[in-house]
């Protein structure tokens, strides 16, 4: 059974940095290209980050030149570090199995002083 757990959101100041972690499992990790998303009150989900299985990466704009996507297949696990963080920021963040229908179960990140 796949499954993907997603950890490492919490509360932080605006200016801050966090680091999400989405660990697989039941999977051919290092075949599949990964995404991250996030769910706003009130919005759509929207992708945040993917990264292929080659490594390459691409960027929502608003994210661009502060958020970093990266994988490490030795562990099935791919990464988010969040810096400059802004309260717009805020949201559950969701890690994804591109052109699957696996979901990680959330990890809330809320930036507030």
């Known amino acids: 059974q796949v499954q993907l757990v997603e950890s490492g959101g919490g509360l932080v100041q605006p200016g801050g940095s966090l680091r999400l972690s989405c660990a697989a499992s039941?999977?051919?990790?290092?075949?599949?290209?990964m995404g991250w998303y996030r769910q706003a009150p009130g919005k759509q989900r929207e992708l945040v980050a993917v990264i292929d299985s080659g490594g390459s990466t691409n960027y929502v704009d608003s994210v661009k030149g502060r958020f970093i996507i990266s994988r490490d297949n030795a562990k099935n696990t791919v990464y988010l570090q969040m810096n400059s963080l802004k309260p717009e920021d805020t949201a559950v963040y969701y890690c994804h199995i591109q052109g699957t229908s696996t979901w990680g179960q959330g990890t809330q990140v809320t930036v507030s002083s």
């Open positions: 039941g999977m051919m990790f290092r075949i599949y290209n």
